[in-house]
């Protein structure tokens, strides 16, 4: 069965969330839009980004992890590089061990940690490829 990207999105989410992700965190994981603006907790993100639509219906997921800075002294921000690079990893091990149901999985780029200057964070983005056969 043919499937939207809104239905891609909470399979994903479901399989994310029933994942270890969720106990290496100190947050709350969320669907795209449903994570508070204010928000300064360790939490993850994720958003159907793109797909094509065949009999194998191809496309990308982001998983957005959320961690906030630390003060480096005087007030300045600067990214928690071991926090970071320690979910860089959990999210890594994560990926590469979903079980392929429906769904087969595979990173679409090598993991890595953006800054997000205007909330004080940076986030450790997974682009997670997804092959969802449809017959």
Avoid: W
């Avoid at 204010?38 to 959320?66: C, H, K, P, R, W």
């Avoid at 320690?86 to 091990?93: F, K, V």
């Amino acid at each position: 069965m043919r499937k939207t990207g809104g239905e891609i999105e909470a399979d994903v989410y479901a399989i994310i969330v029933a994942s270890a992700l969720k106990a290496a965190i100190t947050g709350t994981i969320y669907k795209d839009g449903m994570r508070p603006i204010n928000a300064t907790s360790e939490d993850a993100v994720v958003s159907f980004m793109t797909g094509l639509d065949n009999q194998i219906q191809t496309g990308i997921l982001n998983l957005n992890i959320y961690v906030s800075d630390i003060d480096a002294g005087a007030g300045v921000l600067v990214k928690n590089s071991s926090r970071t690079r320690q979910l860089e990893g959990i999210a890594n091990t994560i990926i590469q061990g979903l079980i392929p149901t429906a769904y087969r999985f595979s990173l679409g780029a090598i993991i890595q940690t953006f800054p997000a200057d205007a909330i004080g964070q940076h986030f450790v983005n997974c682009k997670i490829k997804f092959q969802l056969i449809t017959f």
